[in-house]
């Protein structure tokens, strides 16, 4: 029998694509800057993470390991200066991505790519603010970023792009996952990799 | 058998901070700078701490060109209503200025934090606070990995540059979207091997063995915390005034 | 002090040992293996690649079958311990393991912490960690090493720490895995001092190895294993008395390199590339200043010289990859700059995986051809790849092939984008003898198509296979160059015998 506890070598493999995950979301998060962008940040960012994620899936078979690189990102996310909704959004997100990827196993594709849709919900939790203090947070805004700034991100943020948010991840993360699934079997499986 | 003198830990000079009061403080920071935002004096007082630290941390580049262009965002701030902009470069002014006023401090503390403090003290500040085992060890992976994967990419780009793949060849026209393949693919390849690679290695040395690992970096409170806890402190009240 | 310094004897016992791996792993299995190790023993193990002789170290180390799956059969006891039914964990304070990329076998970022790294895992208390690290770099001479950051040291560096690391945890027996493939000259001679120096404690040790020179004199006793069986088991004296002929057939190197024997130099072309005010500086002590050097077309140019002497960043300066470095590369009439330079010539890297981009090794050379004329470009395509001895591997994946194979991919794409000037950094670390001549017929084929190669290596075998002409660089600058001339034939001589 298999244990369910973690062991050193998933601790590492967690650590591994969570760098990896960073960095993607550095990167592709440098788009932040302009407003326009923030709603093609959530299908870029599921995108291009689909490859390494599904990788990682591929080394995945206990709970928790999901959850680990989630609290991770969203504590990494909360000391890069995203406030305390991206802890709430990665954890909460992270936690039931695990669930669900558990009860598919983390083998079954199409549960992976709901889990997967379900890990990258986390980064709303960095936009989080918007609607949680919609108010403060937007005269905020308007104070510190500016008039504009505030108009042009209500127009292309507004309150209900809390709801759409989740649905155009679900767009990225079924990319993504797609994406990914191909990279796999194109490269990783036929180099002996996976 | 030779004997030889124990280690001695270079002593440090002059200014450090404990990594538990720069994550606190990057907290607090991070907290203040979203609660507070009509207070253009506050966000340059904010600014001057990091600034201060990446100068006394002797990263001069860095402080430069982070408290150049803050500074002149500030200045631009200030004078604002002198003079007209087309409206697309007002736009984009606003947002350059507004986006390098809130983010800057925290960017620059946070490149200080990076920069100062060694993983060994991170991992030592985490086992203090009892976090487990099950996230320090991968939290100490991933600042192993960042600096492997620029390694990495960097080498994939020289071997992309010589075999002329880049974006604007007529191969790239051919077929844009392979050069992400082209860039991902590779990458990935080595960090699963350099992966299997580390996790062998560090199994050899006894990882994963126990509940809670030693550590032989020295973390302690000194004055200096102190004088970041009493700036915290000033900056809570003015806040709240 | 530990349960185990009892000193009681530490005996390796293989029982009719069988290990197959499970999963795709290059490595071959292990066959029927019977044989002990005794206390305080220098065990060389050699072989062709893919003999077996890693998965030997693993199963004494307990990565096998623990951490890499397989069918395991029979028992390989140490002190009468059973390594498969020992965790890793407490395997560790046994074992200590060398690996043979430095790159990918440190867990920290600093030098300090990387040695205490074992130490911590295992428990130990600060004072006793800090007692161990000044012990280690005492005996292994590393103060200077200390409290500095992993990512700025050389190959070699980093496997003195590995080594260090190993040696703070105070192991009674220590398993190498090819620990020279990344090192220069130098820091072989530093290996070697430090396995002589285990070996004055009374560790056991076992090194699996291509280069066997460096171990003469330390070695106790050889075993040879072929196909996961071993052929020959024989004390390191025996071993000694071999003839070349012998190891040769044997698939492996020489133990005594020379460059006395006669060398066949191939004639040499009268027309001439030369290098004309190259300049670059990068960080404060990595420089080149090379005002002029000129090469002969279609030479095989040994580009020699320490580690952090410079010949990577030559190298990435004359392919044109630093694009702030200044010079003149004139080669068939044409005078190129940094810039044009990365159209003509390429480098075949050490880490040949990351040059590697699709999914077939054809699809891998047709990248490189110009995509003009589909039918032509298959052609060319297939007429490189039977050259090079790949045709049968045309539709697999480049990952999946072996080393050697997947340099001659990359080989293949340079043929195919027409560059003139190859450059291949270090392209026989860790190769067989039959592996290295493999390499050197490539390039001398090279060679012959009138490309100009510079080969950046610590082979003296592969230099006397196919160099023909010869750069020394020191601190940036040229110290010498020329071809097989007698006083040349001495400076090699020389610079390979720090040993």
Known sequence: MESKKLKAKDLINVGIYTAIYIVIFFVVGMLNAIPVLYPFLYILIPLISGIPFMLFLTKTDKFGMVTIMSIICGVFWFLMGYTWTAIVGYVVFGIIADLVLRAGKYKSFKIDVIGFWLFSCGMIGCQAPMWVMADTYMAGIEQSMGAQYASELARYMPSWMGIAAIAIIFVGALLGSLLGHKMLKKHFERAGIV | ?241 | MGAFVGRCVFLIEFQNVTFTYQSTERESGVYNLNFTIPDGQVVLLCGESGCGKTTLTRLINGLAPEYYDGQLSGEVLINGKNTAKTPLYELSKIVGSVFQNPRSQFFTVDTTGEIAFGCENIGLPKEEIYKRIGQVSGELKIHKLLDRSLFALSGGEKQKIACASVSAMEPEIIVLDEPSSNLDVATIADLREVVAKWKAMGKTIIVAEHRLYYLMGVADRVVYLKEGRIAKDVSAVDFGNLSEAQLQKMGLRSLHPTFTSEIPVTPMNDETISLTDFRFSYGRNETINIPQLSIPRGAIVGVLGDNGAGKTTFAKCLCGLEKSATGVLQIGGDNLNAKQRIHKCYMVMQDVNHQLFTESVEDEILLSLPGEDEGADKQQAEKILSNLKLLQFRNLHPMSLSGGQKQRVAIGSAIASDKEVLVFDEPTSGLDYHHMIEVATNLIALSKMGKTLFIITHDPELIAQCCNYFMFIEHGKIKWSGGWTADNRQRLHNFFSTI
């Open chain 2, 1 to 241: 058998m030779e004997k030889y003198e124990a280690y001695q830990p270079p002593k440090r000079k002059g200014f450090y901070l404990d990594p538990r009061t720069k994550i606190l403080f990057m907290a607090f920071v991070t907290t203040l700078m979203f609660f507070v935002y009509e207070n253009l004096a506050m966000d340059a007082v904010v600014a001057i701490i990091p600034l201060t630290l990446l100068l006394i941390n002797r990263q001069v580049r860095t402080a430069l060109i982070y408290g150049g262009l803050f500074a002149l965002a500030l200045v631009a701030k200030l004078t604002q209503g002198m003079y007209v902009l087309p409206d697309i470069l007002n736009m984009i002014s606003v947002l350059l200025i507004a986006m390098v006023i809130r983010l800057f401090p925290i960017f620059m503390l946070g490149y200080y934090i990076i920069e100062s403090t060694k993983t060994d003290e991170f991992v030592a500040a985490m086992e203090k606070w009892h976090i487990p085992e099950a996230f320090i060890i991968p939290i100490s992976v991933v600042f192993r990995f960042i600096p492997t994967l620029g390694e990495e990419s960097a080498a994939i780009t020289d071997a992309m540059r010589m075999r002329g793949i880049q974006f604007g060849t007529k191969k790239f026209w051919q077929a844009p979207t392979a050069i992400l393949e082209y860039r991902i693919i590779p990458l990935m390849m080595s960090v699963v091997k350099i992966g299997d690679e580390l996790s062998a290695a560090a199994l050899t040395r006894g990882l994963g063995g126990l509940k809670h690992r030693t550590t032989i970096a020295n973390i302690g409170f000194t004055f200096y915390d102190a004088i970041i806890a009493i700036l915290s402190a000033a900056l809570l009240i003015w806040a709240l005034l």
